[in-house]
């Protein structure tokens, strides 16, 4: 193994103490010539040692710090190209400089080719070429040996990383590939991918997006982070990705390529669906006795005139058996008087006039108590629906009602919901079930903000106002309370997880950071805060007209 130190660090620092030269050269008088040249300076401090023969060198260079090494190609055990080829094979990080006798042009450009830093031939140097030479030799070398390094850490970072790492031409093409970008795409091997299109690897619906954010990359020279995508492997089967994607430059400062840093992301969305699954199962856990007090209600007034009406229809049949007899009587002609007052005394004992008041506000009431329990039947049925996981036209105004329906045990007591709905609001795209999330989120956020505010039994409630608005690009969703506001020193810990200034049991701290999370990353948007302390705080959900992969 070989022992020897690594050539000195910077070359450019001339004046260290003893640059090590060994000499590798079997005439005794070169070998005292070129030795007086190089320790004769006193500009350098240069300390020879001397060989015969290639393989007395290579033992030295096993054994003893060597910072440059002076070759003769013609020696008695070696001779030719093939000394400096196991001169480098043996220590690749020492500079050699050729000196023979040799002045082949066509040899010494196959010794430059294999590694020498210099060819010079005997009897044409002079001490000051030489040592130019000889630090010009250690400069370069000291150039290549870092350029080794960074290239093998690069490749170390490139292999070893958990990423796939793709390096791509103009057209996307790729170039070269890690192990990691092989085993994401179903490939055994890098060399399997290379050549291949990586565009042709995103699904087809989300290739135009991916395309047009490598053209923003290559037009620009910036990065873009993050970005989310469909991949398709090969055997058919889609995985979900993120991309970061930076240019590759030229010399002239033009971009060449790109490299793109691939991330699978189909545990992590996973995990963010159950989070929010299970977010949502607890937000209904938590509404499930008021959506109960809510459907009670109207199912027992319900019950209470279907025992009327049964009551009701008891009495009426038997005023209709009274006044049978009469009918029967008065078919047969007159009827006598005992028939008659028989039928007067049933319906008098039956309050038919009452009954004939009661019963259809009975009815009336009953059907308006099925259809509100229909009502939040369907809410709830609408709210808990998972969605398909692809975005879809949604009407933000029912999505809005649903949810205030579904929480309305929540905010009734506490505050009055004023509506400003935008009449023109077209269908947003977006995954419904995570939107009525987050509205359920803010809403409860603000009904209980209200309800910090009100003392005891005083009288009044507060407001919670839902806004509706969109322009060209964006729709907005603003939802305010009159709630005593955000103090400026916590509203940049707001959405951060496990944050709340809530009583314990009342909040996990987890709904605002859900809430961002779908807002900003599943759906491109933003999830806006604006609160005046003592006057209420306003939440400004924007969203995207245009549809964007998640």
């Known amino acids: 193994m070989n022992t020897h130190r690594p050539p000195i660090s910077d070359a450019r620092s001339w004046n260290k103490d003893n640059i090590v030269v060994l000499l590798i050269e079997d005439s005794h008088s070169d070998a005292e010539l070129i030795a007086r040249l190089l320790t004769d300076s006193a500009a350098e401090q240069i300390k020879c040692v001397l060989a015969g023969e290639l393989s007395a060198g290579l033992a030295i260079i096993e054994q003893s710090t060597i910072d440059?090494?002076?070759?003769?190609?013609?020696?008695?055990?070696?001779?030719?190209?093939?000394?400096?080829t196991r001169v480098v094979e043996?220590?690749?990080?020492?500079?050699?400089?050729?000196?023979?006798?040799?002045?082949?042009l066509d040899v010494a450009y196959e010794a430059l080719h294999q590694g020498a830093q210099d060819y010079l031939v005997k009897g044409q140097v002079s001490k000051d070429l030489l040592l130019r030479s000889i630090r010009h030799a250690l400069t370069r070398k000291v150039d290549e040996n870092q350029l080794v390094e960074r290239e093998e850490m690069y490749r170390t970072l490139v292999e070893t990383s958990p990423e796939s790492i793709t390096l791509c031409d103009l057209e996307g093409n790729i170039i070269k590939a890690n192990q990691q970008a092989a085993d994401l795409l179903g490939y055994d091997l890098p060399e399997e991918i290379v050549g291949k299109n990586s565009l042709s690897s995103i699904a087809p619906e989300d290739r135009e997006q991916a395309t047009e954010a490598l053209?923003?990359?290559?037009?620009?020279?910036?990065?873009?982070?993050?970005t989310g995508y469909r991949l398709v492997r090969r055997d058919g089967s889609y995985c979900a990705i993120e991309v970061s994607s930076s240019a590759i430059r030229g010399p002239d400062g033009a971009p060449t390529g790109f490299m793109a840093v691939t991330r699978d992301v189909s545990y992590k969305k996973e995990l963010e669906s159950q989070l929010l699954h299970a977010h949502k199962l607890e937000a209904i856990g938590q509404l499930a006795a008021g959506i109960a007090h809510e459907i009670n209600t109207p199912i027992q007034y319900v019950g209470d005139n279907t025992a009327f009406l049964q009551v009701a229809f008891t009495k009426?049949?038997?005023a209709l058996e009274g006044c049978r007899g009469l009918v029967e009587e008065a078919k047969s002609g007159t009827p006598g008087q005992p028939a008659v007052d028989g039928a007067a005394r049933a319906l008098k004992k039956a309050k038919v006039e009452y009954l004939l008041k009661q019963v259809p506000r009975a009815i009336e009431q009953s059907l308006d108590g099925l259809d509100r329990v229909a009502q939040i039947v369907l809410a709830m049925k609408e709210f808990s629906h998972p969605n398909p996981g692809e975005k879809e036209p949604v009407d933000l105004h029912k999505a809005i009602?649903?949810?205030?329906?579904?929480?309305?045990?929540?905010?009734?007591?506490?505050?009055?919901?004023?509506?400003?709905?935008?009449?023109?609001?077209?269908?947003?795209?977006?995954?419904?079930?995570?939107?009525?999330?987050?509205v359920l989120n803010l809403v409860v956020n603000a009904a209980h903000a209200i309800g910090d505010t009100l003392v005891g039994d005083e009288p009044g409630k507060g407001t919670i106002g839902i806004k509706t608005t969109h322009d060209e690009y964006w729709a907005a969703v603003q939802v305010s309370d009159t709630g005593p506001g955000i103090p400026q020193e916590i509203r940049d810990k707001i959405f951060e997880p496990f944050f709340t200034t809530k009583k314990v049991g009342?909040?996990?701290?987890?709904?605002?950071?859900?809430?961002?999370?779908?807002?900003?990353?599943?759906?491109?948007?933003?999830?806006?805060?604006?609160?005046?302390m003592g006057q209420g705080t306003t939440?400004?959900?924007?969203?995207?007209?245009?549809?964007?992969?998640?």
């Open 506 to 532: 009342k909040g996990t701290g987890q709904g605002l950071a859900i809430a961002r999370s779908v807002i900003v990353e599943k759906h491109g948007g933003e999830l806006l805060v604006e609160s005046t």
């Open 90 to 104: 043996s220590a690749p990080r020492i500079p050699v400089v050729v000196l023979t006798g040799t002045g082949d």
């Open 68 to 84: 440059l090494v002076v070759l003769d190609l013609g020696l008695p055990d070696s001779t030719g190209l093939a000394t400096l």
């Open 215 to 226: 053209k923003e990359v290559l037009r620009t020279g910036m990065g873009k982070r993050g």
């Open 316 to 318: 009426l049949t038997r």
């Open 539 to 550: 939440f400004t959900v924007r969203l995207p007209l245009c549809v964007a992969s998640s």
């Open 401 to 438: 009602e649903t949810t205030l329906t579904v929480a309305r045990n929540e905010w009734k007591y506490v505050a009055d919901i004023e509506y400003d709905f935008d009449p023109d609001l077209p269908q947003i795209p977006c995954l419904r079930d995570e939107f009525n999330q987050v």
